[in-house]
């Protein structure tokens, strides 16, 4: 079985993805993987050829000057994502091949803007309040407040991506989000059997 994990920036996709790494579920993470696969020869040519040579320094991904050319360019950031996302589908379909577990989790931040939905069985969806999520990503990206609202701005709201999701973890407090994510893996694993 295959489930998505999916949740607007900031949200904590990637601390629920832990969780559940943690109880030895086979998780891929798109965003890392798609970095790592941005580095590679073919795709660096791609980008560099869309955005400029200063998309990499010293043969390392430029995430803000990218970030920062793409985030308010949809037509940008659509050309820049149909070189990216087939590279990361491929990718995982042969990491997903190579699982033995009951599911995996593909952690993906915006399965539901490129119209994913129907590659999961299932999917959770990871939320927080707005002023939460602008205050860790704040933090942790070191960016301004504008800038994670433009971000935000760019994905569908909670609202939205819930009548989509089979289930959601309100990521508040960690005690409460280590238990929901205990439950949703035993759902999980008793619809595999």
């Not at 629920?16 to 993470?29: I, Q, R, T």
């Not at 696969?37 to 040519?45: D, G, P, S, V």
């Not at 995430?63 to 990216?84: D, H, M, T, Y």
């Not at 969806?125 to 942790?140: D, F, Q």
Request: net charge positive.
């Amino acid at each position: 079985m295959v489930v998505g994990l999916t949740g607007g920036i900031g949200s904590g996709k990637s601390t629920v993805a832990e969780l559940f790494e943690a109880l030895g579920v086979p998780v891929y993470s798109s965003d890392k993987e798609a970095k790592k696969l941005m580095t590679r020869k073919k795709i660096r040519k791609q980008i560099s050829s869309l955005l400029g040579e200063k998309a990499y320094l010293e043969g390392e991904l430029n995430r803000q000057f990218i970030a920062a050319k793409v985030f308010n360019n949809a037509s940008l950031l659509g050309e820049l994502n149909s070189i990216v996302h087939p590279a990361v589908k491929n990718h995982f379909l042969a990491w997903k091949n190579k699982q033995n577990y009951p599911y995996v989790i593909q952690e993906t931040a915006i399965l539901f803007e490129n119209g994913l939905e129907g590659r999961f069985d299932k999917i959770i969806l990871v939320t927080a309040p707005e002023k939460v999520r602008i205050n860790r990503v704040t933090n942790r990206d070191k960016v301004t407040v504008e800038e994670v609202k433009a971000r935000i701005a760019n994905q569908w709201g909670d609202e939205e991506k819930s009548k989509k999701s089979d289930f959601i973890i309100n990521n508040i407090d960690l005690t409460e989000t280590t238990k929901k994510v205990h439950e949703i893996h035993n759902q999980l694993l008793k619809l595999c059997k």
